[in-house]
């Protein structure tokens, strides 16, 4: 890191990617002169927030120890002086680097590069492995969520443990959710449809945002905007289609009719600002969401336990926040078992 707020002969010139790895890189920078550069142009403000989502994600992996010694080796690099003049380009060089080197750890924990299988997380041979549904193509770990910007300009945000194949082939546009959660910001283009297969159902969408998310023998769809319909896969039993409208809900249990409701967006799209809501839920199918967050595992072994309601807001990611706030409303308390195993038991005991 170096110290000091940039001088405007030091920005002078430079792009505002390289302008904006300067400002990341100042110790003690002006939050005053940071304001006024950001507020030139809009290019700086969009270099701003490139550069902090690069380095924000090493926070998102300080439980691995190579990845938060990549991230101390970043902190700690310096610019190469050349005839005395400082070199914004290598500090924005090792913030990419650091990064694009972490995501290659990360995916190579999760199994992303198995050799044996289509590359996950974001295939460069995406014309040959996104052309016919087979293995996933996108795969989250636990405690991970990514964005995923397909061919067509469909955006899609994985959820924790979730995984996706994708089939754009003969005028089509094809989807399959294997397990976990998606959020599908859909581009718009009437020639070809755009499907989501799922739990044995077809959740088709023309320039729509929605949400669809598939537990073991259990399906939801939530429309947030414009218009899905949802039938049964080819093959199964006739059914009426059902149309959503924004703010309506799909559910439907493995071979049920399903039904539709009213659905509170903001709760049911929490999990993208990675935080989750309960409302007079059992505890422990509180746990078991929150489970999919963190290597950490909560567990309930006491069944009088398992049943008590909650109701809240909480973080995802931190089972001991998470422990300590349900011990304030319930009559619980949470015990440590090992490193990663915690137990939530009666107060009494």
Known sequence: MTRGTPTLEELRGLTSDQAAARWLASEDRDPSALVHWLAQNGDNRDAWAKARRSWDVFDDAEDNDLIAAMARAARQAKP????????PGLIAASIAAAALAMTFVVGAQQGWLDRTTKPAGGATNAAASLAAIGRPDYVTGRGQRSIIDLSDGTRVTLDAD?????AFADGRRDVRLLNGR??????????????????????????TQFDVRLTPGALQVVLAEGRVRVTLAAGGPAAPPVE???????????????????IDLDEALAWKQGVVEFHDQPLSEAVGLLNR???????????????????????????????????????????ARDADTYELVSAKR
């Open 293 to 335: 967050y963190t290597r950490a595992q909560i567990v309930i072994k006491d069944p009088k336990v398992a049943a008590l309601r909650v109701t809240g807001v909480f973080k995802t990611g931190d089972v001991e926040r998470f422990g300590r706030a349900v011990s304030q409303v319930l009559p619980v308390r949470m015990v």
């Open 244 to 262: 959503l409208a924004p703010g309506q809900a799909f559910s439907a249990q493995t071979g049920a009719a399903g039904k539709v409701a009213a």
């Open 182 to 207: 998606a959020f599908f910001d859909v581009a718009h283009d009437r020639a070809h449809p755009f499907a989501v297969q799922a739990g044995g159902r077809t959740v088709t969408a023309l320039g």
């Open 80 to 87: 190469e002086p050349v005839a005395g003049w400082f070199r």
């Open 162 to 166: 979730t995984a996706v194949d994708v």
